[in-house]
């Protein structure tokens, strides 16, 4: 064999070594991560809904599974699992196999306010256990006021409850519940003295914020709305960032005179904490488009919600900054557990 023939084959597994078989693997290997993504989801697809079927949260999440399942071609299933004010669903999913097939519709009460609410604290950890896909959408709260108050703007309520201190009450639906929550974000930032009032329930306590047992209350949309319009209610100002096309004429905390204030129920998509990257993906891309769904924006827009689609990274710092937020608001306030 020559030197010419020598040189010319080690040349030819040179350009094998170096070139052409790292190709071969490089595309292989991209063949198998794109295979994978594209496999995703292989069968049912399981939504754990923490809370019981009629609720927003439940609503939202069978008007997004729905057409997420139209997307991917394979059906997302709601599932129930209430109780423990939406812990036991949480903590099930915290729990879950990290493989895109069990996913939570998680929402503030379970995520941000339960994980910094004195002892008891739930199993599972927001941040430690939970990879974040998206926020779906925000309902805010409106500050209502009984008809007696004599306040018709934010300035004059603020007036009002400065001149008579601690004589003034404000209703919830419960201890540690949102609405509860949104007067004593209220009461810091303001530096306010009103005496809150819970009670069992939403109902009740618009039923007694009607009658006049009580003065002031945040509430949903959904159950004020009616009372606005037949003067049974008067809204003061919403706690959303931007005035809700529900209540168009109702301004917001934040630009009648308590800059900053921000406080709503949201409701968002979230996996197990080891799901692979390409899932979430996946699962961010579909429900991103179920929003441009005409029944998924009827439920959303029935609800008084307005959709608040992210990043994961975008989510992920709207937890930490949720937590911190309400831990240092109940703190401040002194709250405890019954």
């Given at each position: 064999?020559?030197?010419?023939?020598?040189?010319?084959?080690?040349?030819?597994?040179?350009?094998?070594?170096?070139?052409?078989?790292?190709?071969?693997?490089?595309?292989?290997?991209?063949?198998?991560?794109?295979?994978?993504?594209?496999?995703?989801?292989?069968?049912?697809?399981?939504?754990?809904?923490?809370?019981?079927?009629?609720?927003?949260?439940?609503?939202?999440?069978?008007?997004?599974?729905?057409?997420?399942?139209?997307?991917?071609?394979?059906?997302?299933?709601?599932?129930?699992?209430?109780?423990?004010s939406g812990r036991i669903g949480t903590d099930f999913v915290a729990r879950a196999a990290?493989?895109?097939?069990?996913?939570?519709?998680?929402?503030?009460?379970?995520?941000?306010?339960?994980?910094?609410?004195?002892?008891?604290?739930?199993?599972?950890?927001?941040?430690?256990?939970?990879?974040?896909?998206?926020?779906?959408?925000?309902?805010?709260?409106?500050?209502?006021?009984?008809?007696?108050?004599?306040?018709?703007?934010?300035?004059?309520?603020?007036?009002?409850?400065?001149?008579?201190?601690?004589?003034?009450?404000?209703?919830?639906?419960?201890?540690?519940?949102?609405?509860?929550?949104?007067?004593?974000?209220?009461?810091?930032?303001?530096?306010?003295?009103?005496?809150?009032?819970?009670?069992?329930?939403?109902?009740?306590?618009?039923?007694?914020?009607?009658?006049?047992?009580?003065?002031?209350?945040?509430?949903?949309?959904?159950?004020?709305?009616?009372?606005?319009?037949?003067?049974?209610?008067?809204?003061?100002?919403?706690?959303?960032?931007?005035?809700?096309?529900?209540?168009?004429?109702?301004?917001?905390?934040?630009?009648?005179?308590?800059?900053?204030?921000?406080?709503?129920?949201?409701?968002?998509?979230?996996?197990?904490?080891?799901?692979?990257?390409?899932?979430?993906?996946?699962?961010?891309?579909?429900?991103?488009?179920?929003?441009?769904?005409?029944?998924?924006?009827?439920?959303?827009?029935?609800?008084?919600?307005?959709?608040?689609?992210?990043?994961?990274?975008?989510?992920?710092?709207?937890?930490?900054?949720?937590?911190?937020?309400?831990?240092?608001?109940?703190?401040?306030?002194?709250?405890?557990?019954?």
């Amino acid at each position: 064999m020559s030197i010419k023939t020598i040189t010319y084959n080690y040349n030819r597994q040179r350009l094998l070594m170096l070139v052409i078989i790292p190709m071969l693997i490089a595309m292989a290997l991209l063949h198998t991560i794109s295979a994978h993504a594209q496999a995703y989801p292989r069968r049912p697809v399981t939504i754990v809904v923490p809370f019981p079927p009629g609720a927003a949260t439940d609503s939202f999440a069978r008007a997004a599974g729905k057409r997420m399942s139209e997307l991917l071609g394979q059906q997302f299933i709601i599932d129930n699992r209430s109780g423990a004010s939406g812990r036991i669903g949480t903590d099930f999913v915290a729990r879950a196999a990290a493989d895109g097939y069990t996913l939570l519709w998680g929402s503030s009460g379970p995520l941000v306010i339960s994980p910094v609410w004195g002892d008891g604290k739930p199993p599972y950890d927001t941040l430690r256990d939970f990879a974040p896909v998206s926020v779906f959408a925000k309902i805010p709260f409106i500050l209502v006021v009984h008809p007696s108050v004599p306040a018709t703007n934010l300035k004059q309520l603020l007036a009002v409850v400065k001149s008579r201190p601690g004589k003034l009450t404000y209703a919830s639906s419960g201890i540690g519940g949102t609405s509860h929550l949104a007067g004593e974000l209220f009461k810091s930032m303001a530096k306010l003295d009103i005496l809150h009032v819970p009670y069992k329930g939403t109902s009740i306590f618009a039923t007694e914020l009607i009658a006049g047992q009580v003065d002031i209350a945040f509430a949903g949309p959904t159950t004020t709305l009616q009372h606005l319009q037949t003067g049974r209610m008067r809204g003061i100002a919403i706690t959303s960032t931007t005035r809700s096309p529900l209540v168009p004429n109702i301004p917001t905390l934040h630009e009648s005179g308590v800059p900053g204030y921000e406080f709503t129920q949201w409701y968002a998509l979230l996996t197990p904490v080891k799901v692979p990257g390409d899932i979430i993906s996946t699962l961010h891309g579909a429900l991103l488009k179920s929003i441009d769904d005409a029944d998924v924006k009827k439920r959303v827009g029935v609800e008084g919600g307005v959709f608040a689609p992210g990043t994961p990274e975008q989510f992920a710092a709207f937890l930490r900054l949720e937590l911190d937020k309400n831990a240092k608001m109940i703190q401040a306030a002194g709250l405890k557990r019954d």
